[in-house]
């Protein structure tokens, strides 16, 4: 059918809310990529890869502690929490290739954004959700996924999910040891031991940089 008939088709599977949630997302995602220069298609790859994980090991973990599926909705914003770092990354992709390593923790990296740009990639994403009116949840996200104590209360749970699944993410793609997310295990009632069981029960070991192994 056209595409009347494909949007109808997605509103009638998954409701009209996960549907504008997924075509905003993508629409974002496209906008922002149209500024990159050429040459950079591993690196915008590597960046929905890293999303794509997220929203897959956020899915496992929610449900391992809320003993339910997590709303869609949910779902669909972890995968604009790094908006931020995608932005700066167009815009000066060579200055930020070097702030980005992969020897680099996340938090770390924060702290050579704000010496090098006086900005941050969660500051910048907060700021991209504010302007573009998206739900305040969505802003929260971006703003404090690297320190989610200092989020409302009402968003912290949720925000200290996509903390731990950002780390995790990053864990598996590039064999680290987990570390620096003992609060967040210990606020959401988890252990390091629930999340390599959940690591092997979902196979997140097999997804490694980029690919599936």
């Known amino acids: 059918g056209g595409s009347f008939d494909d949007v109808r088709e997605a509103v009638k599977h998954l409701g009209v809310t996960v549907t504008k949630d997924i075509i905003l997302h993508s629409e974002v995602i496209r906008s922002i990529k149209k500024l990159a220069p050429m040459g950079f298609e591993y690196e915008l790859?590597?960046?929905?890869h890293h999303s794509s994980v997220v929203n897959m090991v956020f899915h496992d973990i929610y449900h391992k502690v809320y003993g339910t599926r997590?709303?869609?909705q949910y779902g669909v914003v972890t995968l604009l929490h790094d908006i931020g770092k995608l932005l700066l990354f167009c815009c000066l992709p060579d200055k930020y290739r070097d702030i980005d390593s992969e020897q680099t923790s996340?938090?770390?990296v924060v702290a050579k954004e704000r010496a090098a740009?006086?900005?941050d990639h969660c500051m910048m994403g907060a700021y991209l959700a504010s302007y573009w009116s998206l739900p305040l949840v969505v802003q929260e996200i971006c703003l404090y996924h690297h320190h989610y104590s200092e989020s409302s209360n009402l968003?912290?749970?949720?925000?200290a999910l996509i903390s731990l699944?950002?780390?995790?993410a990053a864990y598996i793609a590039e064999d680290v040891t987990l570390r620096g997310v003992g609060s967040e295990l210990a606020f959401l009632g988890l252990t390091q031991g629930d999340i390599e069981g959940l690591c092997k029960k979902h196979g997140w070991c097999r997804i490694k940089g980029g690919v599936s192994e």
Not at 45 to 48: I, K, L
Not at 155 to 159: E, G, I, N, P
């Open 117 to 119: 740009l006086c900005i």
């Open 165 to 168: 699944s950002d780390a995790v």
């Open 70 to 72: 997590a709303p869609e």
């Open 155 to 159: 968003h912290r749970k949720l925000v």
């Open 45 to 48: 790859c590597e960046f929905d």
């Open 106 to 108: 996340e938090r770390e």
